[in-house]
């Protein structure tokens, strides 16, 4: 059974670092690209980042709001990827999802997500 | 970058009714790069079609997307009551990579 589980979300300052987490199973991790998305509270949904499989070249790609601050990576010997968030804004405050990429016919969609971890910059 | 449109913001209606969802996008949407998702309060998102028209895993056939260019539907043929809840329509362009959602159509019960 396919499952991706976010973890390290929590109350941050703003200005301050956190990491979060997001553990796959199920799934060959390295033939997959990973994403991120969020979600603030009562909103849309937001694409964050995502970075490719390792075939196409693990690399990432970020959204413009947080290109510069956000960095994604991934540790295929433990199946996790990681959103490494510096910087934080309040108005980064959301709950986190991730979300596995599937590549099909040149396009991305995303077939399994996590239930989130929620992100609270407050001072 | 293109923006999503989608109407109605809510639909109203009654369980065994036909919903139907508009997606607009600003520009065209190449190749079918369409997809819709699901999501009910306090959950994840779920994916229901993608390219367009093709039903992810495990969709029931009562949900069908169709359109291209800059128009898109999803449709849901007969409400069931698991069926209330928002969905989302989301395109990906692919140089530079980009994803974006509309804001999303609420379906509720009338």
């Given at each position: 059974e396919v499952q991706v589980v976010e973890s390290g979300g929590d109350l941050v300052q703003p200005g301050r670092s956190l990491r979060l987490s997001c553990t796959a199973s199920g799934f060959t991790f390295?033939?997959?690209?990973?994403?991120?998305?969020?979600?603030?509270?009562?909103?849309?949904?937001?694409?964050?980042?995502?970075?490719?499989?390792?075939p196409y070249g693990g690399t990432p790609e970020?959204?413009?709001?947080?290109?510069?601050?956000?960095?994604?990576?991934?540790?295929?010997?433990?199946s996790i990827a990681y959103l490494q968030m510096n910087s934080l804004k309040t108005e980064d405050t959301a709950v986190y999802y991730c979300a596995r990429a599937h590549l099909w016919n040149l396009q991305y969609y995303f077939d399994y997500w996590g239930q989130g971890t929620l992100v609270t910059v407050s001072s | 970058e293109i923006v999503l449109t989608q109407s109605p913001g809510t639909l109203s209606?009654?369980?065994?009714?036909?919903?139907?969802?508009?997606?607009?996008?600003s520009q065209s949407v190449s190749s079918g790069h369409l997809a819709w998702y699901?999501?009910?309060?306090?959950?994840?998102?779920?994916?229901?079609?993608?390219?367009?028209?093709?039903?992810?895993?495990?969709?029931?056939?009562?949900?069908?997307?169709?359109?291209?260019?800059?128009?898109?539907t999803l449709t849901i043929s007969r409400l069931e009551p698991e069926d209330f809840a928002v969905y989302y329509c989301q395109q990906y362009t692919a140089s530079p990579p980009l994803f974006t959602f509309?804001?999303?159509?609420?379906?509720?019960?009338?």
């Open positions: 390295d033939d997959y690209a990973m994403s991120w998305f969020r979600q603030a509270p009562g909103k849309g949904l937001e694409w964050v980042g995502f970075i490719r499989s390792k970020y959204t413009a709001s947080v290109r510069g601050r956000f960095t994604i990576s991934t540790d295929g010997s433990k | 209606l009654s369980p065994g009714e036909r919903a139907t969802l508009s997606c607009r996008a699901q999501q009910k309060p306090g959950q994840a998102p779920r994916l229901l079609i993608y390219a367009a028209s093709t039903r992810a895993t495990d969709i029931p056939d009562r949900f069908s997307g169709s359109g291209s260019g800059t128009d898109f509309g804001p999303g159509t609420k379906v509720d019960i009338k």
